[in-house]
């Protein structure tokens, strides 16, 4: 009895433990943000002449001043949002409370197609496939979302809008069953298959939206048509067009959901996981490797595709011209974050998301360039993939980790 | 028995190829034109100090018709006895298909070969350099995948210390190291601490990214004078620049693209000819017995991923101080990810390497002459044709490409 408790505590221990190197992680990269931020600011320099107190005082009202317009930016400004929510509990106003939360909606805005981007890499890593082209991915599914929305009309929201979803993930699961395909027969690595095919993407949507290409809104502007009334995802406050948030966010719950049943409660999921640990054990278990990689693939590459299905519906209601939407490589750092689990993957989104959403902010505020949030996710990868960095600056000991993930073999290996 | 087999087999593909070749050149080209259509390929450039040759006309259909009896006859040829080497004559139909292309597209007018071969190679300089980067490092088995983000260091410091200094010298050599502590960054990451290679490539991606716009929109757009760095100005070589054709475009350039021509010289004979090319040839192919024979395993790959950031720090500046003179946030638009795919379809080998680099730039260069012929074919179709060609290639469906058979694999001394 007592030493079934300990070993549950131990058990309850090393998950925390799990959860601090990504944590500290998180933490060093903002606080190297923050150095980037004081380096670069002269009015710091300027105090420094005045003296080491001046210039240190100065340099902490420096990142007081961005981090919290990035807090802000994120999650609202405190203040506000118990002032709206005192005015709408007692006088039943609730416009105050909705613009108190408009940083937040933002946040969950950006963070919506994260997690779709994010979950179809980290299904990929769980197969020991690196798909690097969610980016090619979204754009596909992008034209095709957009077509049926756009040219279908006169169908009933209910019947349009899953049809238009629908459309998103054929042309993502496509374009990423095509690697996955070339892969299982002729050794062809994955990235750099989805890399090339990111750029065939790139080109063959910017022919589509090009001025008089086949999918040009026909005005003289490089962007297609806007999608029918019924192809759109129902925002949750239509009463105020400003919020964005949409019903795609709990689109990509459910998705999480959906992969966490596949990976860990089907068959297929069981046949992903192993043809990723070892496929040749798979083979000798008599799974068919081929058919494992190039589904893995496909629902991989559909994912992706809900990302620009939810941008498209829910957000831009059409699809613009040179829509490089970075989501290619913010998805792998989402799906090493979150440790390739769909759990983590939102976890990380949510970061992510309140990270681009405040830094919005920050830019308008505080004058501090939205590409921090970049120098902070690069770093962020960087110390979640080499946890010694973090292990040895804050002087962590090492965890034994159960499953040990295979990310992906060099190029000549399968 | 089998392998007999099947070269038989892949001997008739390529036959009948040609003949599909020289059909395609029929029924494409021929139908649009008439008897009395006349072609002129110009040699000569204004300003050139090359000795003139003059022009070629000849009529349009006499052209192509020729060309397509030479590709039967190869054909032919290759179907009833075959040629010995059968790649190098692929290649030959190949040029001449894009010959009958061009006589085709200039029927009626000029079209400058010269100058269409000089900026052929002027686009060939980066995407020659990346892909040379990733030789470097691939040949001793790490995995580049960071070309993009360490061209793009060097292209942003090359504008920034060009600017403060006036010099385009010290602009050059602070974007070699800037790139050389890129793929410092790189080689600590791959070696010290074993992290996956394509993780550590993307990291690398995104913190480039994000610093040299971080950095761009603090200091090159606040202060204008930041951004306006010398540039490389043409030098004519004595003598050489007199040949006809091959002066202006080999012999009256800027030292960049002379750096450019030697380095692939120099990384093919050092990699072939010299014991450090043997180490590191060893190291990738199988490093536990360059081990065991004395070899430093992890030096060797420092040293080699080190240079080629430095390499790809070159192609960086190529861009600043030989081309546009300023930097723009994401300027090298993909050319690192060319630059890879170019350094498979080079077979990871540098000379091959070029020849890749030639074939893109070339796609590149014909889609603006095309614009300018007024040739209704668009121009996405032909940047694609990069991407498509190195997923071909990849496939195994002409040649096969091997990588080092270490490639992307951590050492672990034992």
């Known amino acids: 009895m007592s030493k079934n408790n300990t070993t549950q505590k131990r058990r309850a221990g090393s998950r925390w433990r799990t959860l601090l190197t990504p944590v500290m992680a998180i933490v060093t990269a903002l606080i190297l943000g923050a150095v980037v931020i004081v380096v670069t600011d002269t009015s710091v320099y300027d105090a420094f002449q005045r003296g080491f107190g001046a210039g240190l005082g100065r340099a902490v009202q420096v990142i007081a001043t961005a981090y919290s317009a990035l807090f802000v930016g994120a999650f609202g400004d405190p203040v506000r949002l118990a002032q709206g929510l005192s005015l709408w509990i007692t006088t039943g106003d609730g416009r105050a409370w909705a613009q108190a939360l408009y940083p937040l909606s933002e946040t969950l805005r950006y963070t919506t197609p994260l997690i779709f981007a994010g979950l179809a890499v980290a299904l990929g890593f769980r197969g020991g496939l690196f798909n690097i082209g969610a980016e090619g991915q979204y754009f596909i599914a992008g034209l095709t979302t957009v077509y049926v929305g756009y040219s279908l009309t006169g169908l009933p929201w209910i019947i349009h809008v899953p049809l238009a979803l629908l459309a998103g993930i054929l042309g993502g699961a496509v374009w990423g069953l095509i690697p996955g395909y070339l892969k299982a027969k002729t050794g062809a690595h994955e990235v750099i298959n989805t890399i090339m095919m990111n750029y065939i993407a790139f080109r063959f949507a910017e022919f589509m939206l090009d001025v008089g290409g086949?999918?040009?809104?026909?005005?003289?502007?490089?962007?297609?048509?806007?999608?029918?009334?019924?192809?759109?995802?129902?925002?949750?406050?239509?009463?105020?067009?400003?919020?964005?948030?949409?019903?795609?966010?709990?689109?990509?719950?459910?998705?999480?959901?959906?992969?966490?049943?596949?990976?860990?409660?089907?068959?297929?999921?069981?046949?992903i996981r192993t043809v990723g640990q070892n496929p040749r054990a798979a083979k000798y278990a008599g799974m068919s490797v081929t058919r494992t990689i190039v589904l893995t693939m496909a629902i991989s590459g559909g994912l992706a595709g809900l990302a620009a299905s939810t941008d498209i519906l829910g957000v831009l209601r059409f699809m613009p011209n040179a829509f490089a939407s970075g989501y290619g490589f913010d998805a792998i750092a989402l799906a090493l974050l979150g440790n390739s689990h769909p759990f983590g993957v939102i976890l990380a989104s949510l970061l992510f998301g309140a990270l681009q959403a405040g830094a919005r902010n920050m830019q308008a505020m505080a004058r501090v360039p939205l590409d921090l949030t970049e120098i902070v996710q690069g770093l962020i990868i960087i110390f979640i993939a080499a946890p010694a960095i973090i292990r040895s600056l804050y002087r962590l000991r090492a965890i034994k980790e159960g499953e040990e993930l295979v990310v992906t073999s060099g190029w000549g290996q399968l | 028995m089998n392998d007999n087999l099947k070269n038989t087999h892949q001997a008739?593909?390529?036959?009948?190829?040609?003949?599909?070749?020289?059909?395609?050149?029929?029924?494409?080209?021929?139908?649009?034109?008439?008897?009395?259509?006349?072609?002129?390929?110009?040699?000569?450039?204004?300003?050139?100090?090359?000795?003139?040759?003059?022009?070629?006309?000849?009529?349009?259909?006499?052209?192509?018709?020729?060309?397509?009896?030479?590709?039967?006859?190869?054909?032919?040829?290759?179907?009833?006895?075959?040629?010995?080497?059968?790649?190098?004559?692929?290649?030959?139909?190949?040029?001449?298909?894009?010959?009958?292309?061009?006589t085709w597209a200039a029927r009626d007018r000029s079209m400058?070969?010269?100058?269409?071969?000089?900026?052929?190679?002027?686009?060939?300089?980066?995407?020659t350099l990346a892909a040379l980067?990733?030789?470097?490092?691939?040949?001793?088995?790490?995995?580049?995948?960071?070309?993009?983000?360490?061209m793009l260091s060097g292209a942003f410091v090359s504008a920034l210390v060009g600017s403060l200094s006036?010099?385009?010298?010290?602009?050059?050599?602070?974007?070699?190291?800037?790139?050389?502590?890129?793929?410092?960054?790189?080689?600590?990451?791959?070696?010290?601490?074993?992290?996956n290679q394509i993780v550590a490539g993307t990291a690398i991606n995104i913190l480039a990214t994000g610093l040299t716009s971080y950095f761009s929109s603090r200091y090159l757009q606040a202060i204008p004078d930041l951004n306006k760095p010398p540039t490389f100005r043409a030098i004519a070589l004595p003598g050489l620049s007199r040949l006809p054709i091959l002066g202006p475009v080999l012999f009256t350039t800027t030292v960049p693209v002379y750096l450019m021509l030697l380095l692939v010289i120099v990384i093919y004979v050092m990699l072939f000819y010299t014991r450090w090319g043997l180490r590191t040839r060893a190291v990738g192919e199988h490093p536990k017995a360059a081990d065991t024979l004395g070899v430093n395993v992890f030096m060797t790959r420092y040293v080699n991923v080190i240079l080629g950031g430095m390499v790809a720090g070159l192609g960086g500046a190529y861009l600043v101080l030989s081309s546009v003179a300023r930097f723009d946030e994401l300027m090298t638009a993909g050319r690192g990810f060319i630059g890879l795919a170019a350094m498979i379809f080079g077979k990871w080998n540098p000379i091959g390497a070029f020849g890749a680099s030639l074939i893109f730039g070339f796609a590149d260069s014909l889609q603006t002459n095309l614009a300018i012929l007024r040739v209704p074919i668009p121009s996405q179709f032909l940047l694609m044709t990069p991407y498509l060609v190195t997923m071909i290639v990849l496939a195994g469906v002409v040649g096969r490409a091997n990588p080092p058979a270490a490639d992307g694999l951590p050492y672990e001394k034992q």
Not at chain 2, 177 to 189: E, F, H, I, T
């Open chain 2, 12 to 102: 008739r593909t390529l036959g009948i190829a040609f003949l599909v070749f020289a059909t395609l050149m029929l029924i494409l080209f021929l139908p649009g034109t008439t008897g009395n259509q006349r072609t002129t390929f110009a040699f000569d450039l204004d300003l050139s100090p090359a000795l003139p040759i003059g022009s070629l006309t000849f009529s349009t259909q006499g052209g192509i018709f020729l060309l397509a009896v030479v590709a039967v006859f190869l054909g032919a040829w290759q179907l009833a006895k075959g040629f010995k080497r059968v790649y190098p004559i692929l290649g030959l139909v190949v040029a001449m298909f894009v010959v009958a292309f061009l």
């Open chain 2, 133 to 150: 980067c990733g030789v470097m490092c691939e040949r001793c088995a790490v995995i580049n995948i960071g070309i993009e983000g360490m």
């Open chain 2, 166 to 195: 006036r010099s385009v010298w010290i602009g050059l050599i602070a974007a070699l190291l800037a790139g050389g502590v890129m793929g410092a960054l790189l080689a600590v990451l791959a070696i010290r601490y074993k992290v």
């Open chain 2, 112 to 127: 400058n070969m010269t100058g269409m071969l000089q900026s052929t190679l002027l686009r060939a300089v980066p995407i």
């Open chain 1, 214 to 271: 086949p999918m040009a809104r026909g005005d003289g502007r490089p962007v297609s048509p806007v999608i029918q009334e019924s192809a759109r995802l129902q925002q949750f406050l239509p009463s105020n067009p400003n919020i964005r948030f949409n019903v795609g966010f709990i689109l990509a719950l459910l998705a999480a959901a959906f992969v966490y049943w596949l990976l860990f409660k089907t068959t297929i999921g069981y046949e």
